[in-house]
């Protein structure tokens, strides 16, 4: 069955091309469709591919740069996707959830707490193995404990075990909220950026670059946020210095001004130990704020002053004539402002130490005295009794403190490298086409507007009087309903 001719020369938001189209769908039976043979009169509608606006002569001189790769592992410093994962990215984080693997869930190590519980276990194995051996060896010392404590002190621990759980759960949630709003208003800034924001004739040049600048200002932003939430103050990173070099602010003087050596990497025996959740062998994650002799200020507040600078230049300048766009770019410019505020809440209010003191005392003080209670009752089973127990209930203590900072670098915490990944692409995605007007929209040649109960084009209908339009429109929900009644055995939709 022949579809509409005429579309070789269409492309971009252009509309139908020249030339006379086949018969659309004459013979198909369709309900109310009209029975137009060509789209006659129509061709050459669109602009072709609405580039080049007469300058089809015109010779681009300046050479594009490449982007900098500055010594990355991968030409895009947000991937990892092309990097092999190393012994380094299988203890730190976060985890690529765009790697799939086979393994069942209960057997898979990468993403698991079981590596920082090796030290643990280690330790009460030993433990048990002694008590144990100690009763086995000097029966007339009695060792073992009434088992009526390890039901007393089992619920308690539950207890603080469930609301330690249970507040990490919900920080982490609370941050994964903040950068989805984070993404909803950066698509929203960049809608109004790059559609609504008028380009002047006479600035029309200037007015892109204006608007392109907006948009890597927006993708800074997400950038600056994942940096200070990770307590990197400074503006050399790799994914940041090319997007924030040109503005003034006092992250960029203070890496300027002073000599900032970038973190070294650790030894070996550190960074075993800071793998395997050694607390002697973790470093203080805010020393580079500590050690700064400037000061540092707020990388993003200061972003979303300039954007909000520009913001109001739009408005002044009768950019932006409607009043309802005015108040969307200023309502996500205040919910950016409120995602850095809760983000921040999120980071500086952990559980209080008090709590955090007592159930870690509780915990362990629980799994240590498991051999006293088990041994009457299991002999040298008593050891692995121990090890087993420990490890479910060490694994739901060591969870809770993983994800109790959802915006750090282990294996569990929120992928906000992936999250500016896509902030990155949705910018890119807006800014790649001109803001399409109405007609280049409705009027072109593969629009059907009747799909899928009818496939002509928008030129056939066109040539139909308002009557049949609507006619067909009347129609339709009962060809929908006698569909829907008797399916048709062919495959694809079936004609209206």
């Known amino acids: 069955m022949a579809e509409d001719g005429g579309n070789s020369n269409s492309g971009g938001h252009g509309g139908a091309g020249g030339g006379g189209g086949a018969a659309v769908h004459a013979g198909g039976g369709e309900v109310g469709a009209p029975h137009a043979q060509t789209d006659h009169g129509h061709g050459g509608k669109g602009n072709g591919n609405g580039n080049h606006n007469g300058d089809a002569n015109f010779v681009q001189t300046v050479e594009i740069p490449s982007t900098p790769s500055r010594h990355n592992s991968t030409p895009n410093p947000f991937s990892r996707m092309n990097t092999s994962l190393d012994l380094d990215d299988y203890f730190s984080g976060p985890r690529d959830i765009a790697k799939h693997s086979k393994w069942p869930l209960f057997l898979q190590l990468h993403g698991s707490i079981t590596p920082k519980m090796i030290v643990p276990l280690i330790v009460i194995g030993g433990w048990a193995s002694l008590i144990t051996a100690l009763s086995a060896r000097y029966e007339h010392i009695e060792l073992s404990i009434e088992p009526v404590l390890l039901t007393i002190t089992g619920f308690v621990v539950s207890m603080g075990l469930s609301f330690r759980s249970s507040s990490a759960y919900e920080r982490y949630a609370e941050g994964r909220r903040c950068w989805g709003q984070l993404i909803l208003a950066s698509q929203s800034l960049g809608r109004v950026f790059w559609v609504h924001t008028i380009e002047r004739p006479d600035t029309a040049k200037e007015d892109i670059l204006g608007k392109l600048t907006a948009l890597n200002l927006v993708i800074a932003y997400a950038v600056a946020l994942k940096h200070k939430l990770r307590f990197e103050p400074y503006t050399y990173y790799d994914d940041l210095t090319d997007l924030v070099g040109h503005i003034d602010t006092l992250a960029r003087t203070a890496t300027e001004e002073q000599e900032v050596t970038k973190p070294k990497k650790y030894t070996i025996f550190k960074a075993v130990g800071e793998n395997l959740g050694l607390s002697f062998a973790t470093s203080n994650p805010r020393k580079l704020l500590k050690r700064s002799e400037k000061p540092l200020g707020n990388l993003p507040l200061e972003i979303l002053c300039y954007l909000t600078a520009y913001a109001d230049e739009l ?11 005015q108040t969307t770019i200023y309502n996500n410019l205040g919910l950016l402002n409120d995602v850095l505020v809760n983000a921040e809440r999120v980071l500086n209010t952990p559980l209080p130490v008090a709590y955090a003191i007592v159930i870690s005392q509780i915990t362990w003080l629980y799994v240590v005295l498991l051999p006293f209670q088990l041994y009457s009752a299991l002999k040298w089973i008593t050891i692995p009794a121990t090890i087993f127990a420990s490890y479910i209930i060490l694994g739901i203590f060591f969870i809770g403190h993983e994800i109790e900072n959802p915006f750090g670098n282990d294996v569990n915490d929120l992928p906000l490298d992936l999250f500016c990944q896509q902030i990155v ?6 800014s790649s086409r001109p803001k399409i007007s109405t007609k280049q929209l409705v009027q072109n040649a593969r629009n059907k507007i009747m799909y899928p109960y009818s496939h002509s084009s928008y030129y056939v209908w066109a040539s139909q009087p308002e009557g049949a339009i609507r006619n067909a429109l009347k129609n339709r929900p009962n ?16 004609n209206v």
């Open 479 to 494: 060809a929908s309903y006698e569909k829907q009644q008797a399916p048709s055995t062919r495959s694809g939709p079936e």
């Open 315 to 325: 408005v002044a300048n009768g950019q932006l004539p409607v009043g309802m766009q």
């Open 425 to 430: 692409q949705d910018m890119e995605t807006i």
